[in-house]
């Protein structure tokens, strides 16, 4: 089993399998016309997230995941994916560090952990009401009132409360 | 919220189901342009995330949950593309089911004065007949026409209990739907469904696929039940509706809202004289759309309306001073209370059964089971079948039931 080495933005290097192929398009594309003992680097990932995704590739065995589901249908993580492991992966992070993870994972072309990532901000937005988004968004309102109250009327039935059904 | 790019934002919201997301629209105006773009829709309907949909073509014998239909991906309409505003469109004629049957146009066979025409009233008493038949395996067909072209959403009907000949009931064996733009020219065609043999609406499902037609013709495959006397089959239905949406006219996504809201559940049955027909509790029995939508909005419980009917109804008895006419609801009813002496003796009185039998296992009257089975005049379940009651009656049922049938 042939090894790579990866080079973070900060410069540190880490050792993994190149059975990372397997979750990164980014990584199997180099690999192509890979020589040995060569260096690569990535340039917009950062040591941090780095170390967070090889924990993700070691956890799931180099295999891609079953996808989160889609849409999905409750606000806990855990629900809407088969591992708790990654619930708890994602449970760990604050939305920042979501978001950054997201930008990584896209440099990599790494589907599944971006996934995991994406659906944990959308169990976020999911049954919390406008007032409660803004609030904890810091969204200040831009639409008048009358233009809101229209927004509201097109469909009147999303706004009611819905089932847990 | 600001470093979220917009790319980021489209992949979340990929995330949401509708409800969410139009409701988010309200947020601020870049969500509102985002859950706007038509990219988004694009995305839903071609994403391999989405998991394609239970549904496939053809139309289904139940009504599925509104939550189900609801969820786009399954939507397909070749006319038109998956924007923003074809979806909104959509959303709000889903919401607002309409009769859309004009008239009768033609039939297979009728008799003299039990004419089609007889099942679009559900007020009164009268039915549609076939001719009568020496054969069980003769088919007939109903054609209906529309009030202009329609979107078609489900087809409902119902079968006569003749009351004065003992209580039979004359049912197709099969049924199948076709869908037109003339009434000798069909480009929709369902599967054949088997007819459930009971007083309750058959309900067959187009949706979600998005058929429009002026012309639905209804074909009734084979026949069930023999007249006692004449011994001849026939096809007796006593109400047809189709549900669906005019395509001429503009969804208001308000009105029914704004009637549900106005006045409770209470005043719009009682608006209604006859509790056993009218097309608002046809709806709420059979038709899922509607019946969610009651429930959402009444905030009853399905028990709860199916309670409420029964009280009404056996009301209603009382004071014209006659015992409760047995029916699949206060049978149902009564099973679901545990009064299972009561629920057997109207599911016999309605000839139902499935539900004798399912009477018949939960009470363990393994003789009387066994007796109903050797009567040859009506068609009672089969080994199969009882099996499949008991199953959903519970696993040691379906044991108890195993060895009482292995002695045979």
């Given at each position: 089993m042939s090894e790579i080495t990866l080079v973070s933005k900060e410069g540190t290097k880490i050792q993994i399998s190149s059975q990372f192929s397997n979750l990164?398009?980014?990584?199997?594309?180099?690999?192509?016309?890979?020589?040995?003992?060569?260096?690569?680097?990535?340039?917009?990932?950062?040591f941090i997230n780095l170390?967070?995704?090889?924990?993700?590739?070691?956890?799931?065995?180099?295999?891609?995941?079953?996808?989160?589901?889609?849409?999905?249908?409750?606000?806990?993580?855990?629900?809407?994916?088969?591992?708790?492991?990654?619930?708890?992966?994602?449970?760990?992070?604050n939305e920042d560090q979501i978001i950054d993870l997201v930008t990584a994972t896209n440099f990599l072309d790494m589907k599944s952990l971006m996934d995991l990532c994406l659906a944990k901000i959308a169990c976020m937005f999911k049954y919390k009401d406008i007032e409660t988004l803004r609030k904890e968004y810091g969204i200040t309102e831009e639409f008048t009132a009358e233009i809101e109250e229209k927004l509201k009327s097109d469909f009147p039935w999303a706004m009611e409360a819905e089932s847990n059904d | 919220?600001?470093?979220?790019?917009?790319?980021?934002?489209?992949?979340?919201?990929?995330?949401?189901?509708?409800?969410?997301?139009?409701?988010?629209?309200?947020?601020?105006?870049?969500?509102?342009?985002?859950?706007?773009?038509?990219?988004?829709?694009?995305?839903?309907?071609?994403?391999?995330?989405?998991?394609?949909?239970?549904?496939?073509?053809?139309?289904?014998?139940?009504?599925?949950?509104?939550?189900?239909?609801?969820?786009?991906?399954?939507?397909?309409?070749?006319?038109?593309?998956p924007t923003f505003e074809n979806m909104a469109y959509y959303f709000n004629i889903l919401r607002n089911p309409q009769r859309i049957i004009k008239c009768a146009h033609s039939v297979s066979s009728e008799d003299y004065t039990q004419t089609i025409d007889k099942v679009l009233d559900y007020?009164?008493?009268?039915?549609?007949?076939?001719?009568?038949?020496?054969?069980?395996?003769?088919?007939?067909?109903?054609?209906?026409?529309?009030?202009?072209?329609?979107?078609?959403?489900?087809?409902?009907?119902?079968?006569?209990?003749?009351?004065?000949?003992?209580?039979?009931?004359?049912?197709?064996?099969?049924?199948?739907?076709?869908?037109?733009?003339?009434?000798?020219?069909?480009?929709?065609?369902?599967?054949?469904?088997?007819?459930?043999?009971?007083?309750?609406?058959?309900?067959?499902?187009?949706?979600?696929?998005?058929?429009?037609?002026?012309?639905?013709?209804?074909?009734?495959?084979?026949?069930?039940?023999r007249e006692p006397g004449s011994e001849k089959y026939y096809t007796v239905l006593s109400f047809v509706e189709i549900t669906g949406f005019p395509i001429e006219i503009e969804p208001n996504p308000n009105s029914l809202e704004s009637i549900i809201k106005s006045e409770n559940l209470k005043n719009i049955v009682s608006r209604h004289d006859e509790i056993q027909s009218p097309f608002l509790y046809s709806q709420i029995n059979s038709v899922g759309l509607m019946n969610d939508f009651l429930l959402a909005t009444s905030n009853l419980s399905c028990n709860e309306i199916k309670n409420y009917f029964v009280a009404v109804y056996e009301q209603k008895n009382e004071e014209n001073d006659t015992k409760v006419y047995p029916t699949n609801l206060t049978a149902d009813f009564y099973f679901d209370n545990k009064d299972y002496e009561r629920a057997f003796e109207h599911y016999r009185r309605i000839y139902d059964f499935y539900g004798v039998f399912k009477c018949f296992i939960i009470m363990e009257k393994h003789t009387e089971l066994?007796?109903?089975?050797?009567?040859?005049?009506?068609?009672?379940?089969?080994?199969?079948?009882?099996?499949?009651?008991?199953?959903?009656?519970?696993?040691?049922?379906?044991?108890?039931?195993k060895e009482v049938l292995k002695k045979e």
């Open positions: 990164s398009g980014f990584i199997h594309n180099i690999l192509q016309d890979y020589q040995q003992n060569e260096d690569i680097s990535l340039a917009s990932v950062s170390q967070m995704i090889l924990e993700y590739a070691v956890h799931h065995n180099f295999q891609v995941p079953q996808p989160p589901r889609c849409p999905i249908t409750s606000p806990n993580i855990a629900d809407n994916v088969s591992d708790p492991w990654d619930a708890e992966f994602v449970n760990r992070l | 919220m600001e470093k979220i790019s917009n790319w980021v934002l489209l992949e979340i919201f990929s995330y949401l189901d509708i409800n969410s997301l139009l409701e988010s629209r309200v947020l601020n105006k870049r969500f509102s342009s985002t859950i706007s773009n038509n990219s988004l829709w694009k995305a839903k309907f071609s994403s391999s995330r989405y998991k394609p949909s239970t549904y496939h073509s053809g139309a289904y014998f139940k009504f599925p949950k509104t939550s189900e239909i609801m969820n786009f991906s399954c939507i397909n309409d070749p006319d038109k593309p007020n009164t008493n009268e039915f549609w007949s076939s001719k009568p038949y020496d054969e069980d395996n003769t088919n007939e067909f109903a054609v209906f026409e529309l009030t202009g072209i329609c979107y078609v959403f489900t087809i409902s009907f119902k079968t006569y209990r003749a009351l004065y000949q003992g209580g039979p009931i004359y049912p197709p064996k099969r049924v199948k739907i076709l869908i037109g733009n003339t009434p000798d020219e069909y480009f929709f065609s369902s599967d054949e469904f088997d007819v459930e043999i009971n007083e309750n609406y058959n309900t067959i499902l187009v949706l979600p696929n998005i058929v429009k037609g002026k012309y639905v013709r209804i074909d009734f495959i084979e026949k069930v039940t066994k007796s109903f089975l050797s009567q040859t005049w009506y068609r009672v379940p089969n080994y199969a079948e009882i099996l499949k009651i008991a199953r959903k009656l519970g696993l040691e049922y379906e044991q108890k039931m």
